[in-house]
Each structure stands twice: as structure tokens, then as C-alpha cells.
């Protein structure tokens, strides 16, 4: 469908694709997103990480897929007919951010073959004068599976985003230790698994990055 401020596509993403991203460029890929990955506590998330390593080739049928936002897309003629998707510019995933998360912790943590993993994509094109009106309601939206909270959708505001760089850049006293603002809720724990891939590492982090000096919006 194809409207005057935005364009929608239907896709599926390969589970190893999704991984490889996730990989690469970390939490800014859901940078647009409510919320961070909330780990494998949560019934949702264990669910997705069951059928990873049970059930693959039925993840695309089981799952409610991810939501996408571009402010370009690529398209190419795949043989046999039809269209594929070759480079998407400026891509977030405003929706599913658990989903990615959880493939990507599959793939990495618990050596999953993510051959057969399929993750069924709506992807909204919007023009960049655009982003700011339409991404976070596509966002809130399109989010059913975890709650979230009303103070989730306000942690792109430029005043949050602004006191997550100071938190980055300012030593708490004594200047042993950092604060850290957790803009998107669930931030502090993907900082930790992401940089803690040690005992010794998670023991930096914790050392420097206490969750004591954690702070959040609530």
C-alpha cells in the first residue's frame, strides 16, 4: 500500500539475518523502540527462546513477527517472480525488539542453527519529515506482546536522550564509578550481556557501572 506520507511491504527475514544485525549494530537498531531486550524471564521471551531450540522451522508460524521503519527501500526482481528486498536506509525495529533479541541470544549463547527460522516483517517507509509524528505511534500501535508502560513512549524525547549522554560522560563522586540512565527500560541488562561476555568482563561492568546507580524513569 502506498500513501502519500508512508509505504508499507510485507517480508520475511531470515532468523540469521536478524541475529547478524542485532550483532553488529546493538541497541541502536531498536534505537525508535519503547523498551530494550527484557532478557529470558518473562513468559513471552522463554517462549520464543523454546521454539528456537525445539521448534525453528515453526517460529514464522508461531510468531507475531516484527514491525519495521525505513526511510528508503531497494527492491529487486527475484527469480521465478515476484520482488525482493535488497538495502533498507535508516532501518529500526519500532516493534519486536524482544523477537530480535531473543534470535540473536539463540544464535550466540545457546548455538542455535537459525536455518530454518523465519520472522515475518511489516515494513512502513516514511519520509523523514515524517518520523517524528508517525514512528512512535506505529510503535505503540503495533506493541502487544510484553506491557508496556506509559513512560516507555516518552524515552525518545530529546530530554531523556540527552541525560542518557550525560550519565555516559559524567563519574559519579569519586570518580571510580558511572551512573546509568536507563533511557529504554531493560537498557542496563542488554549493556551488561552485550558487554559482559566474561565472568571477568561482567565483573568490570559491575564494578564501573553498578545497579545501584541505575536510574530509570519511573
Excluded at 527492491?75 to 515476484?82: E, F
Excluded at 540473536?104 to 527460522?117: E, F, I, N, W, Y
Excluded at 531523556?160 to 542496563?188: D, I, K, N
Aim: hydrophobic residues 30%; contains cysteine; positive net charge.
Amino acid at each position: 500500500p502506498r500513501e502519500d506520507d508512508h509505504r508499507c511491504y510485507l517480508a520475511i527475514f531470515p532468523g540469521d539475518l536478524l541475529a547478524d544485525l542485532y550483532q553488529k549494530h546493538g541497541a541502536s537498531l531498536l534505537e525508535l523502540n519503547v523498551r530494550s531486550f527484557l532478557q529470558a524471564r518473562g513468559k513471552v521471551n522463554r517462549g520464543l527462546r523454546t521454539t528456537l531450540k525445539d521448534e525453528p522451522h515453526r517460529f514464522l508460524a508461531y510468531n507475531n513477527g516484527i514491525s519495521v521503519t525505513a526511510e528508503a527501500v531497494e527492491l529487486v526482481d527475484i527469480p521465478g517472480g515476484g520482488q525482493g528486498i535488497s538495502r533498507l536506509t535508516g532501518m529500526q525495529i519500532v516493534n519486536g525488539g524482544q523477537t530480535v533479541a531473543s534470535i540473536h541470544r539463540a544464535k550466540k549463547q545457546d548455538k542455535c542453527d537459525l536455518s530454518r527460522v523465519g520472522v515475518q516483517a511489516k515494513i512502513t517507509i516514511v519520509k523523514a519529515e515524517h518520523l517524528e509524528s508517525l514512528v512512535p505511534n506505529i510503535s505503540r500501535y503495533s506493541n502487544t506482546q510484553n506491557k508496556v508502560n506509559e513512560t516507555d513512549f516518552s524515552a525518545n524525547h530529546p530530554h531523556h536522550v540527552r541525560l542518557e549522554e550525560l550519565s555516559q560522560s559524567v563519574w559519579a563522586p569519586g570518580e571510580t564509578t558511572r551512573w546509568f540512565y536507563e533511557r529504554a527500560r531493560g537498557q542496563w541488562e542488554v549493556a551488561r550481556s552485550r558487554e559482559g561476555t566474561t565472568p571477568a568482563r561482567k565483573r568490570t561492568f559491575d564494578e564501573r557501572t553498578p545497579r545501584k546507580q541505575r536510574i530509570d524513569k519511573a
